[in-house]
C-alpha cells in the first residue's frame, strides 16, 4: 500500500475525512506562520474522535524541543517540523519538512534519514529534473520508506512516481470548511481514491 501523510488538517471535518481513508499519518496544525492555529486542548479533543491513523503535530516556527515537549503533552508521538538540526535522539518520530529547491536540501535530507528521521520533500512542481534529483536522493526502497513528496499532485503523476521510486510517500493537505462541519471533498477525492483503492 502506498504510504500516505495528511497535513495542513486544522478542523475535526478534515481529520475524520482522513482517517476514513486510513491514511497512515494526520498531521494537525499547531502552528503556522509562527501563530497558533489548534492549541493542545483542540488537538487533544480531535484525537478522541479519531481511530487507525498515527497522529502527529505541525509546526513552521517553534524551536524543535518545544515542539517535541507539546506532542508529549498532547500524547502524540509524533512531530512535523521544517528541518533542525538534530541535538540528541527522541522518542518521538519526526518528519522534518525540507525544501528541494533549498541548495543544501541534499546534505539535509542525507542527515535526518542517517539520523533515523523522516523526510517530507517539498516541490513547487514536478519536471524531469525533479525526478532524476529523487531518484539520486533516495537510491533504494529502504529509503524511500522513510521520505514522502509533497508537491501538486494528480493520479497520473501519483502512477508516474510510484513506479519510478517505488516505496515513496505521498502528501495531501487539507483546507478550510466551508462553514463549520460542512466541507466538499470534490478534488481530493479522485486522488484519494488513486491512494487508498479499495479491494
Not at 502524540?76 to 541535538?87: R, S, V
Not at 534529483?133 to 533516495?138: F, K, Q
Amino acid at each position: 500500500m502506498i504510504p500516505v501523510l495528511a497535513h495542513s488538517v486544522e478542523n475535526l471535518t478534515d481529520a475524520r475525512y482522513f482517517a476514513s481513508w486510513q491514511v497512515d499519518w494526520i498531521s494537525l496544525t499547531a502552528e503556522k506562520g509562527g501563530q497558533e492555529v489548534l492549541n493542545m486542548t483542540s488537538i487533544k479533543e480531535i484525537v478522541s474522535w479519531l481511530d487507525g491513523s498515527q497522529l502527529m503535530a505541525s509546526f513552521d516556527q517553534t524551536p524543535l524541543e518545544e515542539a517535541i515537549w507539546f506532542a508529549r503533552e498532547a500524547g502524540l508521538g509524533a512531530l512535523m517540523i521544517p528541518y533542525q538540526p538534530l541535538t540528541g535522539s527522541t522518542d518521538i518520530d519526526l518528519f522534518f519538512i525540507i525544501d528541494l529547491d533549498d541548495a543544501s536540501s541534499g546534505e539535509k535530507i542525507n542527515t535526518a534519514l542517517r539520523n533515523g528521521a523522516n523526510v517530507i520533500i517539498r516541490a513547487g512542481e514536478y519536471d524531469q529534473k525533479l525526478s532524476d534529483r529523487l531518484a539520486d536522493l533516495l537510491p533504494t526502497p529502504f529509503l524511500r520508506k522513510k521520505a514522502f513528496v509533497d508537491l501538486p499532485l494528480n493520479t497520473d503523476l501519483v502512477k508516474q512516481l510510484d513506479d519510478k521510486l517505488p516505496g515513496i510517500g505521498f502528501c495531501l493537505a487539507g483546507g478550510q470548511e466551508e462553514k463549520l462541519g460542512v466541507k466538499s471533498f470534490e478534488d481530493l477525492d479522485e486522488l484519494v481514491e488513486t491512494l487508498r483503492p479499495w479491494d
